[in-house]
């Protein structure tokens, strides 16, 4: 069974920075994509960016050019590096796993950590 909990969220000013982590435990599988989402007050889980298992990545045109997805396979953790955040990225992360054979569904969600930028 596979697990995924996410931490590093907190309350910044606009132009601050966080880094998200997204530990994953359990059968991961070779072949997934591990992805990280975005629920603000009201809205639907929308996708920010997302790393295959061979690190290619994705991202939301939101937020091109000030985050950062990564991982560290020796830790099976994946990073949202986000710089230059507004107030608008405020919203709960979750991260998601969608694993081989089925890579468009997702298998596993964290619960999530809360990212609130602040004047």
């Known amino acids: 069974q596979v697990q995924l909990v996410e931490s590093g969220g907190d309350m910044v000013q606009p132009g601050g920075s966080l880094r998200l982590s997204c530990d994953a435990s359990?059968?991961?599988?070779?072949?997934?994509?591990i992805g990280w989402y975005r629920q603000g007050p009201g809205n639907k889980r929308d996708l920010v960016a997302s790393i295959t298992n061979d690190g290619n990545t994705n991202y939301a045109d939101s937020v091109k050019g000030r985050f950062t997805i990564s991982r560290d396979n020796t830790k099976n953790t994946v990073y949202l590096q986000m710089n230059s955040l507004k107030t608008e990225d405020t919203a709960i992360y979750y991260c998601?796993?969608?694993?081989?054979?089925?890579?468009?569904?997702?298998?596993?969600w964290g619960r999530g950590t809360q990212v609130t930028v602040y004047t």
């Open positions: 998601d796993l969608k694993k081989y054979p089925d890579l468009q569904s997702t298998c596993a």
């Open positions: 359990g059968n991961i599988g070779s072949i997934h994509v």
